[in-house]
Structures are given as C-alpha cells and as structure tokens.
C-alpha cells in the first residue's frame, strides 16, 4: 500500500500501482469523469501514471490552469500529426503549451502553409482527435531517440537529443504518430472537441537569427465547441481594442524605421497622457517620502560588469559603445538600479538617515529580437517608473508593505480591479541562474511572503520566475476581456549592496549592508500605456484623458459663445477643444464619439440666451441643458470618484 496526501491534506491508502485516474475515482466519480492531468511529488504525470510510492497529488479539470496546460500540449500533438500527414517531409521542432492554446514550430521545406490552409488543417485535427486515441509515454535510451530521429532526418530533434541524459528521454505515441516528449497529456485525443488554427508566423530555430526560420503554426482548442466560439467572440473584441490600433486613431504615438525598430515616438497627445501618468505618481510618491533623482542614458560597461547585468544580458543588450579613448566602453543603460546605487554611494548614511527612497522615469534599452517586437509592449527602449530604496533589514518589512499599498493605490485609480500577487522565488533545481548567498535568498523570499500575507493579498509562490539577484512580488492583473498581464513588480535585494559596497553605520557605530528594494508600480510606462488602452478600449479616465470635453457651436455665428465657454472651462482646469469647422453638428458628433471624447458640449441659440450648454456623454447618454458651472461640478465629481487621495 501507499499513502497519497491530497491538497487538503488527507491521507489516503492505495494499493501500488494505483493511478491519478483510480484515486479521483475513489473520491467521485464526477471527478474522474472530468480529470484530465494530474501532478505527483511536483512532477507533472498522466492520469494512468502507476504511482509507486508515497506522496503529494493534485488532480487537474479544464477549469485548472495545469489542466489547461495538459489539454493545450496535447492538442499541439495533434496538430503535428495532422500537419505531418497533410505535408509530407516536414520537420517537427517543438510545440509547447502557451497562456492561451499552443503553438508548433515546423520547417515545412518545399511546403508553405497560410490563411486558405487552416480549414484543411482543422479539419484533419478534428478527424484525428475523434479517433479517441490515447497518450502513452514511453522511455527510450538516448542511442534509441538518436536513430529514430537520424532516419527521419530531422536535425532539430537530434540537436534536442544530444542535449539530453541517456535515461531521461521519452517518446509520446497516440494513433501512428510519435513525438519527442517529457509528458503532460490528457488521457486520450477524444477529449479534445473544438480545434482552431489562429495563424502563422516566423520563427528562428531555439530563437537566434543565425539559425534556419521556420514557421510557427498557433492553434488554441476546448472540450466543447461553444467555448472555442466565445473565445473567437474575445478575440474579436480584442482587436477592436489592439493598443497599435487605438494609439494610432488617438494620436497618441507612432513609429518610424528610420528611427528604428522597437523605438516608440510619443505624440503630443500621448506625451501629455504620459505627462499625467507622471504627475499622478510623483504626487503620491512625494508623499511617501520619495526624493526624485536623474542618471545619463549610458554608463560605463564596468558599472553593468559590476552589477551582473553584462554577464547575464550582455550578449543579448545593445553592444558595447566605442568611444575616441582606447579600451573606453559604454552601454546604453539596461537596468537603473546600478546608477542608483551610485548615487546613494555618494556619501556615508547612518541608521538614523534611512530609508533613502530614490526614485526616477528612467528610460532603458534592451535589444529585443525583432521578431518579438509588439507595439509598445515589446520595445527596445522604454521608461520605467523606477524606485530604489536602501533601508536597513529592520525596516525591510515596512518598507515593503508601504510599497505594496503604492502599487494597489496605482492599480485601483486606474481601473484595474481584478488581480493576483505572484511571488517569485528561485528555481531550487537550477541555482546557478543566480547571484548572492543561499542566506540571503532565503531572507529576501521569506520577507516577500510575509508581508504578502500580512496585507492580506491573495497570492500564489512560483518558482523559478524570480530576477537574477533576488526574488520579487508581480501584480498579475485581468483586463477587461479576462486576459492576464504582469503590471508592476517589487524587488528584494541583497546581492547588488554588496556588490557595489554600500554601506550605513549602525548604532553599534559600525558599518552594515543596507538592504536595497527595487520597485515599479508601473513597471514600464509604454507598457503600461498600451495594456490601459487594450483594457479601458480607449476611454480612459476622465483624470487622464487628453482632452475631457468638445464644445460644438451648432453654426458659425455661435462660435464666439462656443469660445467663452472654452475659456470658462479651461480657468476650471478642464481640458477641452472647440470643433468650429464647417460641417453638421451630427457630423461632429459622430467623430467625437470615434475619438472617445468623454463630453460633448453643443451650444446653439437656446444655449447662448440661457447661458447654459447642451451636454452628451460618450456613448450617447443625453445629460440635458445645464450651466457651465454645473458641468464643472459634474466633471470634478466624477474625477474623485475614481482618483482617490494616496
């Protein structure tokens, strides 16, 4: 017999041999109907997986994030199946689970596969999930996988066997197909009942340009068909909200190739938004004790050698600046934290001085791949509202805890409700991916969970996703459509004092590392900008709108009212324009509605005798006839409504 701890907590005998399958079984039968991926002693197993021994399981449904997984990673067996007996002589790479459906990425040599394709593709899927075939794994040697793979003549899987140890390797099979696979599958193709190929795109061989391209073919599925057709509803809708599409019809930013790729140029619309973003955070920061500094676009290479940030990014960042001084190297900055511990370096501090609470828009480059390259999501240079604060262990709790209400005060003002803290700590199986002691690391992740549950956040622990030189606390915030995004991060950091030699005297008069938080409610503020739109669909706060109101003078001989309106408004700090072109006021409307102005102000004859304005909202609401006074009362309401104090 073994004992199997549930995530519950009780213990429950089975005989030897027993699967994920027979102990959901035990428990209900609804249960086993609908588990489909299971994981035991943190290793994810099939649901016929014999389990052997003693230990932890927990069983996945769809409605699980691992279940998810499984289903995904399977139907991306599928997909190779189908693409294999569609397309001949193909080579199969990888096809990894993604956060929404799958991907594979194939040299499909003579072959090309595009748009026309997909209901081919599909249909062939379908065909073979109906087939209710079921995964099995199986352990092969090395010299086994090598020869399986050389025959077929495909140099990707062999290049991945070499990379692995002999007695780690197995092969997945379901129907006639086999693939090179370390498991996760739902139990059988049959679950699978909707399959839908999103499309195509380039992508280079372990991602580095100097290996071949290949095509990357994205898929999604569900286990009922009126998922998949909610799903394809959402997408919709989202490229309704695509923040390339929004900031352009807005006017708020742009790109240039002569520029250069992933360098974003802010319109004046734009930079005003930003302006405000700025001003909104530099505010509560003020009040948090912050002290607002300024560091130079590069540095030299030596300070990044320093910080560990060239020896973990450099091959991947901007390469090294040349100057007319023999040997003399600078980078484009990558990271502000080093220039900060500079500037905190440049005088002695005792206790009693600190916290030091510094903080800066910086703006820092990073050479992304091209092919990663997203709208302002994935740029190459972005600014970061960036914050350090060097404080000694102490006062590291409450520290932390202060930055944590910064960060919900961020996301609250601005719409965004519904989110998760992800902890990330170290990966335990691969420590040499980090710098600093197994002391401080443990000091650094306890300090981070500590004080998650004493504000009371709802978090999860995940490993291997913290930074280089510490682990660190991510807002996971859902969006209006449901989609999940990391916004805003906070940082612990034992390892960068010590290796820029900070130091403050202590009470006992002698000199102590301080310990250093890196944070940024924002995280970057293209980013940052670009998730907002996608999530408000345009229709920003009224705080941060660039313009709140459109005054529209019904004709020409009523724009002299039209403009002391205007300057009514504007002595009230009401951002607004007047649309005095030659056109129908129905017109006028319709475009201020595209152009999602929150307020339409139509003055006429009634108007101008009465000394009011007409007031539409956005979205057509009529609000009546009402003093310009009376408007500004409405506009400030709202405001406060929604930008609350910090």
Known sequence: MIKITLPDGNVKEYESGSSPYDVAQSISSGLARNVISAKFNDTVVETTT??????????????????????????????????????????????????????????????????????????KALEIARGKHDFKMRSVTKNEALTYYKEEGNEFKVELIENLEDGTI????????????????IPNTGIVKAFKILNVAGAYWRGDENKPQLTRVYGISFPKQKELTEYLAMIEEAKKRDHRKLGKELELFTFSQKVGQGLPLWLPKGAALRERLEQFLKKAQKKAGYEMVVSPHIGQKEL??????????????????????????????????????????????????????YAEFGTVYRYEQSGELHGLTRVRGFTQDDAHIFCTPDQLDEEFKNVIDLSLYVLTSLGFENFTAQVSVRDMDNLDKYIGTAENWEKAENAIINAAKEKGLNFIVEQGEAAFYGPKLDFMVKDALGRQWQLGTIQVDYNL??????????????????????????????????????????????????????VLPVSEKHEKYAEKVLNSLENNEIRALIDDRNETVGKKIREAEMNKLPFMLI????????????????????????????????????????????
């Open 497 to 550: 004092p010590e290796r820029f030699d900070l130091t403050y005297k202590g009470s006992d008069n002698e000199l102590h590392r301080p310990v250093m938080i890196h944070r940024a409610p924002f995280g970057s503020m293209e980013r940052f900008i670009a998730l907002l739109l996608e999530h408000t669909g345009g229709n920003f706060p009224l705080w941060l709108i660039p313009e709140q109101a459109i």
């Open 50 to 123: 014999p389990l052997t021994e003693d230990g932890s399981l927990t069983l996945y449904t769809w409605n699980d994030t691992e279940g998810k997984k499984a289903f995904w990673h399977s139907s991306s067996h599928i997909l190779a199946q189908a693409l294999e007996e569609l397309y001949p002589g193909i080579k199969l790479t990888i096809g990894p689970a993604i956060e929404n459906g799958f991907y594979y990425d194939v040299d499909f040599g003579e072959h090309s596969v595009s748009e026309k394709d997909f209901p081919t593709i599909e249909k």
């Open 170 to 185: 197995t092969f997945c099979d379901h129907d006639t197909f086999t693939d090179l696979c370390r498991g996760g599958h």
């Open 304 to 357: 990044y050698v320093t910080s560990g940030h060239y020896e973990k990014y450099g091959a991947d960042s901007f390469q090294p600046i040349h100057t007319p001084k023999q040997d003399e190297e600078f980078l484009l900055k990558p990271m502000n934290c080093p220039h900060h511990c500079e500037i905190y370096n440049v005088k002695p501090y005792s206790y009693r001085e600190l916290p030091k609470r």
């Open 603 to 646: 003055v006429g004859e009634n108007e101008e005798q009465a000394n009011t304005i007409s007031v539409r909202k956005h979205g057509g609401e009529d609000l009546g006839s009402i003093s310009v006074e009376s408007f500004v009362d409405l506009v400030s309401k709202e405001i406060n409504s929604t930008l609350k104090s910090f």
